[in-house]
């Protein structure tokens, strides 16, 4: 159980495109999700907190215009990331809890390029 | 302020017993958790502290000094398999974690 999903695994886009980022909790809901960025041989940063239905929380210095989350249902949360520039390039990993009291089941992550 | 602190990088032979150390400063504690990952995947939980003491879980264990903001993972019997990054990571308020910048641990023959 509590097995998380995120679509697409890799992703090369043109720089100045927007790229959409899926996540899903396949078994379980999830009241909340985590979106975090890893860049090579770097920790993973909190970019922001996503509650179903209602608006993302943005961690500092994450711009939220740029960064736009979704969290439409219990199982599916969004990522997309509008003008893309090649320092956007990074691993993208989201992470599910059923409640707030509950651990965080991470995704696989997604690879994202910027040509 | 939040800041974590661990050692960047780990070497030990098959078989040995590894002690990666984690420091904390944060501005919320919940609890210190624990996570592998390999190069190009993502993290897996090893183990969660959320109480003072030892918590053991197959060859690897966890133990958690709030008091001195301390923690660490020992890893026992270490396998090829073990190398990989280690990272701690703070669990503050509203469920978020705070991870620690990793430790590389390479597991040589």
């Known amino acids: ?115 | 302020g939040q800041s974590l602190e661990q050692p960047s990088e780990v070497t030990a032979v098959e078989g040995a017993i590894v002690q990666i150390n984690c420091t904390y400063q944060t501005s919320g504690f919940y609890g210190l958790s624990w996570y592998q990952q390999h190069d190009g995947g993502a993290p897996t939980f090893l183990s969660y502290n959320g109480l003072d003491g030892l918590e053991e879980t197959g060859r690897f264990s966890s133990f958690l000094s709030r008091s001195d903001s301390y923690g660490y993972l020992l890893l026992q019997e270490l396998q090829m398999k073990d190398s990989a990054s280690y990272f701690c990571a703070v669990l503050g308020g509203y469920n978020k974690l705070i991870f620690g910048a990793g430790t590389r641990l390479a597991v040589h023959p």
């Open chain 1, 1 to 115: 159980g509590a097995v998380v999903s995120q679509h697409p695994s890799r992703v090369i886009c043109k720089s100045g495109t927007s790229v959409k980022i899926e996540c899903r909790s396949l078994d379980f809901q999830a009241t909340t999700m985590f979106w975090y960025r890893q860049f090579p041989k770097q920790s993973l940063m909190l970019m922001a907190t996503s509650n179903e239905g209602s608006k993302a929380t943005y961690e500092q210095g994450v711009e939220k215009d740029k960064f736009l989350i979704n969290h439409a249902s219990l199982t599916l949360s969004t990522l997309t990331v509008t003008s893309a520039h090649p320092e956007d390039s990074s691993f993208y990993i989201c992470s599910a809890s059923p409640t707030l009291q509950d651990e965080q089941y991470f995704g696989p992550g997604t690879r994202l390029t910027v040509t």
